[in-house]
């Protein structure tokens, strides 16, 4: 068994269940000794009807095989509560550690999020076809720089359309988080056949 302050391994389970399956074994042979003496239990009385030893069978065998059984039953409930607690200790010890990974793995996306930039816009349309969806923008990037515009100096959406109006036919550098990282697109607004310099 494990020594006090170490902890319960599956290999001192493992030996625990072989003990256990053990000391099964030798309580099935001594009930087997029982049962070859004329069927004598654990409670059939030794004595005749007079009060005399039984001498028809083996007395000094079944007291025997009577006493082990119940000694190896008594050991067979400490051993299975060493089962039990080793086998708590286990599955504490594996809640613990998917606890702890499940933490740093929530630490690292935070730490990953801290480093993005915050948007100040969200794309919820692109039109097929139109100078924004040419560009590769798509639906649900978050915003981050339009051009010139950013978090910091962002009012409202006139911002962009001012940005757009004096952009027409050229290139406007504009940064997007999407899924989690920042993605960098070349937008040139430009008249098409839908509305808008965007669409």
Known sequence: MAQPGRAVTVRDVQQLVRRKDEIEAQIKAYYEVLEDQKGV??????????????ADIDLYQVRTARHNIICLQNDH????KQVEEALHQLHAREKEKQ???????????????Q????????????????????????VDDEIVEFGSVNA?????LQNIATVVQHSEGRPLSVTVIRSGKKVHVGLTP?????????G
């Open 152 to 156: 910091q100096n962002f009012q409202n």
């Open 77 to 80: 409930k400490a051993l299975m």
């Open 41 to 54: 239990g654990m409670n059939e009385p030794l004595v005749d009807v007079e009060g005399f030893p039984r």
């Open 115 to 138: 480093g993005l930039p915050r948007a100040f816009a969200r794309v919820n349309e692109v039109t097929p076809g139109s100078p924004a969806s040419l560009s590769g923008l798509q």
């Open 99 to 113: 606890a702890k990974d499940e933490a740093e793995a929530l630490a690292e996306a935070r730490s990953q999020q």
């Open 190 to 198: 430009k008249r098409w056949a839908g509305k808008g310099l965007l």
